[in-house]
């Protein structure tokens, strides 16, 4: 006989599954809004309103714009606020990421794509001659880790392939080395490589992983975000025009 979930099981799992599918939505998608009472002309100058009123602190500009057929690309300077090295935490040094937004205004739809995704770290110089040894060491492995991923690409990298193979080839190796490395039922030579493994990897996987969650953020910032992203101006705009 079939096992049949409670009521209450299921209504948790069905939360989970659309939770888990507007996740992966918002990871993945260049963004569509459809609606039959969105004009051209007009929706072309509230995304162009929408985009200085709100990007203007990520140094917006536009690169292209073409009216006629409703065309509009944007470059800016986004901070990543989320990236949680150290470094970024105590003002040693400010990640962002240079993109540059296509938008497309027609009757009936609006379309955004971010087509250009490149992280960069910026130093801030501030001096490291008041820290502890320990937090000192954290920072120099930190910026080590950074300057490695940097120097690949002469600098600014981009969010590509290349940067989610790593940052995917390096998170199971990591977590295994985590759960290892003070695990007492292992042997102390599986504990030692753990823990060298470990210690010698962990910033570089942060450093990619900031890189690579990175995409999520900025998608959901500047689409989502409540009272400033790019759907609500749409809405905002919509909600006016009934």
């Given amino acids: 006989?079939?096992?049949?979930?409670?009521?209450?099981?299921?209504?948790?799992?069905?939360?989970?599954?659309?939770?888990?599918?507007?996740v992966c939505s918002i990871y993945a998608y260049d963004i569509i809004i459809e609606d039959s009472r969105i004009r051209k002309?007009?929706?072309?100058?509230?995304?162009?309103?929408?985009?200085f009123t709100t990007l203007d602190s990520k140094d917006v500009k536009i690169l292209y714009e073409d009216k006629s057929s409703g065309n509009i690309i944007f470059e800016?300077?986004?901070?990543?606020?989320?990236?949680?090295?150290?470094?970024?935490?105590?003002?040693?040094?400010?990640?962002?990421?240079?993109?540059?937004?296509?938008?497309?205004?027609?009757?009936?739809?609006?379309?955004?794509?971010?087509?250009?995704?490149?992280?960069?770290?910026?130093?801030l110089n501030k001096s490291t001659y008041y820290l502890n040894d320990y937090?000192?060491?954290?920072?120099?492995?930190?910026?080590?880790?950074?300057?490695?991923?940097?120097?690949?690409?002469?600098?600014?990298?981009?969010?590509?392939?290349?940067?989610?193979?790593?940052?995917?080839?390096?998170?199971p190796l990591i977590d295994d080395a985590r759960n290892k490395k003070d695990d007492k039922s292992l042997s102390s030579?599986?504990?030692?490589?753990?823990?060298?493994?470990?210690?010698?990897?962990?910033?570089?996987?942060e450093v990619y992983s900031a890189a690579y969650w990175a995409e999520y953020y900025i998608k959901t910032d500047i689409y989502d975000k409540d009272k400033t992203g790019l759907r609500y101006y749409v809405n905002n705009y919509l909600e006016k025009s009934e």
């Fill in 135 to 171: 937090t000192r060491s954290l920072l120099i492995k930190e910026h080590e880790a950074i300057i490695k991923v940097m120097r690949k690409s002469d600098g600014a990298f981009d969010i590509d392939e290349t940067i989610k193979n790593e940052y995917n080839r390096l998170k």
């Fill in 41 to 51: 002309d007009d929706i072309y100058e509230v995304i162009k309103k929408w985009a």
């Fill in 76 to 123: 800016g300077k986004y901070i990543d606020n989320h990236n949680g090295l150290s470094s970024r935490i105590m003002h040693y040094v400010l990640p962002y990421v240079i993109y540059q937004l296509e938008i497309h205004c027609d009757s009936g739809s609006v379309t955004a794509e971010f087509i250009k995704l490149k992280y960069s770290y910026e130093s």
């Fill in 1 to 22: 006989m079939a096992y049949k979930f409670p009521p209450t099981s299921m209504k948790k799992l069905l939360f989970l599954f659309v939770l888990l599918m507007n």
């Fill in 189 to 205: 030579k599986e504990r030692r490589e753990s823990k060298q493994f470990y210690e010698a990897n962990e910033k570089l996987y």
